[in-house]
């Protein structure tokens, strides 16, 4: 089946650890993204890549880091220097000509004690 | 892009028609409309997108006023697993693909 894989779905991790996110498509879509949840909000974009070996950063991209070596793959890495990293972590793909749609993966949820 | 307007939230009884209204005055004539879904605990889900005309697929049916400053997504047949915050969306189809997610509507399918 094609679609986005995110793994772990739920991930713990004491203060002070940087952790990475896994996220791999299989529907050959040049662009990738990462967002973040918090409870009862909207999503916010983090980094972004629209081909492999170059990424942006979005809205809220302080405290985090991404890599895009590959097309199937774009990791996130949550940094110590996230000061709330507590959320959901959705990662969605998406073509990069016309009128094209995200397709998002089931998210990761991260607890950071 | 243009910022969305949508009701926080909104019931529907099982069966019956769900209308989701959007508010965006604002939207540019090159800006799309585009409706997500997201379950609870779930990816956002893509369900349909327009420029101007009326748009129609498999999940649901999207109205844009002739000003195109407002739309309403329409679910013809709701049932309970369409329980889920709806979010409108307009940007351009450019090449960043940047997605700006409000707090949408959330719709509860009753029995």
């Known amino acids: 089946d094609g679609g986005i894989t995110q793994s772990p779905k739920y991930l713990f991790r004491k203060e002070g650890q940087n952790v990475t996110l896994s996220c791999e498509q299989n529907l050959n879509h040049d662009a990738m993204y990462w967002y973040r949840q918090d409870p009862g909000q909207g999503l916010r974009l983090i980094y972004y890549?629209?081909?492999?070996?170059?990424?942006q950063k979005g809205d809220i991209a302080e405290g985090y880091s991404v890599s895009r070596e590959k097309k199937e793959s774009f990791p996130l890495t949550v940094t110590s220097a996230q000061k709330n990293p507590t959320a959901f972590y959705l990662c969605?793909?998406?073509?990069?000509?016309?009128?094209?749609?995200?397709?998002f993966g089931p998210g990761t949820r991260l607890t950071v004690t | 892009d243009a910022k969305t307007t949508q009701p926080p939230s909104m019931d529907c009884a099982e069966g019956r028609a769900a209308n989701l209204p959007c508010n965006h005055s604002?939207?540019?004539?090159?800006?799309?409309v585009y409706w997500y879904r997201q379950i609870h605990s779930q990816g956002p889900q893509y369900i349909i997108h327009g420029l101007k005309n009326n748009e129609t697929n498999e999940m649901a049916s999207l109205i844009i006023t002739e000003d195109r400053k407002s739309s309403t997504l329409i679910l013809p047949h709701a049932t309970l697993r369409d329980t889920a915050v709806y979010y409108c969306?307009?940007?351009?189809?450019?090449?960043?693909?940047?997605?700006?997610f409000g707090q949408g509507t959330t719709l509860q399918v009753k029995p």
């Open positions: 890549s629209q081909i492999v070996n170059d990424f």
């Open positions: 604002t939207i540019s004539g090159n800006e799309y």
């Open positions: 969605a793909s998406s073509r990069t000509d016309g009128v094209y749609e995200q397709y």
């Open positions: 969306i307009v940007r351009v189809a450019s090449n960043t693909g940047k997605l700006i």
